[in-house]
Nanobody, 122 residues
């Protein structure tokens, strides 16, 4: 199983980035997916999740209204559109997958990606 994130980079505050996660080794359309992030010196935290069909999405309060999670089950790709980025959004962003949505929500998914760095500057 592999989860490969991309799309990270450096951006000024107020800017936008779109992250992608391409999985392999499991049936993507049957798995709940999520995004987490970890800033230097801090614990990894939940950002957002999406159900297998995409009908259910959940966001952390800190990103609600600015970030949008989506998935394309034909292209086997998970996305995170990040708008109005803030300096405090700077972190390594990780893609995660589990066949149980609850395990993604609790931060204990079966699979993790290696992460993609997002840096927001003033």
């Amino acid at each position: 199983v592999q989860l490969v994130e991309s799309g990270g980079g450096s951006v000024q505050a107020g800017g936008s980035l779109k992250l992608s996660c391409v999985p392999s080794g499991f049936a993507f359309s049957t798995y709940a997916m999520g995004w987490f992030r970890q800033a230097p010196g801090k614990e990894r935290e939940f950002v957002s999740l999406i159900s297998e069909s995409g009908t259910t999405t959940i966001y952390a309060t800190s990103v609600k209204g600015r970030f949008t999670i989506s998935r394309d089950n034909v292209k086997n790709t998970l996305y995170l559109q990040m708008n109005s980025l803030k300096i405090e959004d700077t972190a390594m962003y990780y893609c995660a997958a589990d066949w149980l949505l609850s395990r993604v929500e609790l931060g204990s998914p079966a699979y993790w990606g290696q992460g993609t760095q997002v840096t927001v500057s003033s």
